[in-house]
């Protein structure tokens, strides 16, 4: 499970969890989605005894147990995971999230669009960018 371009899916909402795996299918995007509902299971996920690496995660900010903003903290100060690359796809347009994650190292942060041919949309472009044009660091 640790190896491939796998995508750690960090969201708390069943809906939007089913929104985003069904946006990746129906953009071809057919890789392994490991899913945390809560910030704790993501730390487990990335931490735990076998842990996860995945190519990217997309991460959502408003978590049971720990936010993502303490998530992404415990990414990037870990040097196991400090360069993977992590998309804040969230639904707070709250201004200070937004430069709270910068000041966290996020890659990228993408307000969650409302509708589902929008969020399909912006689901696709983050697969092909992240998944097939990106250039990863290589794994430890």
């Known amino acids: ?21 069904r946006a990746l299918k129906k953009s071809n995007i057919v890789n392994e989605v490991a899913i945390a509902r809560d910030g704790e299971e993501a730390v487990n996920l990335l931490f735990g005894s076998s842990p996860i690496r995945p190519q990217v995660i997309l991460l959502d900010l408003k978590l049971p147990k720990l936010d993502g903003l303490e998530v992404l903290r415990r990414i990037r100060e870990a040097d196991s995971t400090r360069m993977l690359p992590v998309v804040v796809l969230t639904s707070s347009d709250e201004e200070r999230d937004v430069v709270r994650s910068y000041s966290l190292g996020v890659n990228s942060y993408i307000r969650k669009p409302v509708n ?13 960018y992240w998944l097939v044009l990106n250039e990863c660091p290589p794994k430890n």
Do not use: W, Y
């Open 1 to 21: 499970m640790a190896e491939g371009k796998m995508i750690l899916l960090v969201e708390d909402d069943p809906d939007h969890e089913l929104l985003t795996i």
């Open 116 to 128: 589902f041919s929008d969020f399909a949309e912006a689901t696709r472009q983050l697969g092909m």
